[in-house]
């Protein structure tokens, strides 16, 4: 689905995730799913509208964090939430919503969640030796696979870089 009737769905589930969090206000899994939903929502749209939604999901994410503070999957999606809305803007804003990403995936790692979108936050930040250490931890992991990381734009400021394109090789084998 796109367009309106998209967006008629996306709300639709909001009134829903809503009565979810009346029947069961300790549920962190309609908190977290009514975040993913908000910046799936938030993509699609541009200036104050997106804002908006990003920061409203940015709420959602903060109480299933505090509903389930040993969990990784709201701290993960917070912070890729962040740095969507980094994206958007500009200076100051920016890098405070930059930071802010960073922390949360350093939380869902600390939690046990992947650091591969760490990875690729340093990428797009231009801090190489972060990126790649990250990276690299990510792939011998197994979070993700080399053909991912090809096809990923967040690396394409590193693409042809001699120690990304080494990990990369030596990551297949």
């Excluded at 309609?30 to 804002?51: D, I, R």
């Excluded at 990403?101 to 990428?123: M, T, V």
């Excluded at 990126?131 to 053909?147: C, D, G, P, W």
């Excluded at 734009?153 to 297949?172: A, P, V």
Aim: charged letters at 30%.
């Amino acid at each position: 689905k796109s367009g309106v009737e998209a967006e008629a769905l996306y709300k639709d589930s909001f009134e829903k995730y809503h009565h979810a969090t009346q029947l069961k206000p300790d549920g962190h899994e309609a908190y977290f799913n009514w975040g993913n939903a908000l910046a799936l929502l938030a993509q699609t749209k541009s200036g104050v509208e997106a804002e908006t939604l990003y920061k409203d999901s940015f709420v959602k994410y903060r109480h299933a964090a505090q509903l389930k503070p040993d969990g990784y999957k709201a701290y993960y999606n917070w912070g890729v939430a962040l740095a969507e809305l980094a994206q958007l803007k500009s200076g100051n804003e920016a890098e405070k919503l930059y930071n802010e990403a960073f922390e949360k995936f350093q939380q869902a790692i600390k939690n046990g969640g992947s650091s591969y979108n760490l990875a690729c936050l340093y990428a797009i930040r231009n801090k190489k030796e972060e990126a790649l250490k990250y990276l690299e931890r990510s792939l011998s992991r197994r979070e993700f696979s080399v053909e991912f990381v090809e096809k990923d734009k967040d690396w394409d400021g590193l693409r042809d870089d001699s120690d990304f394109k080494r990990i990369l090789s030596n990551m297949k084998g």
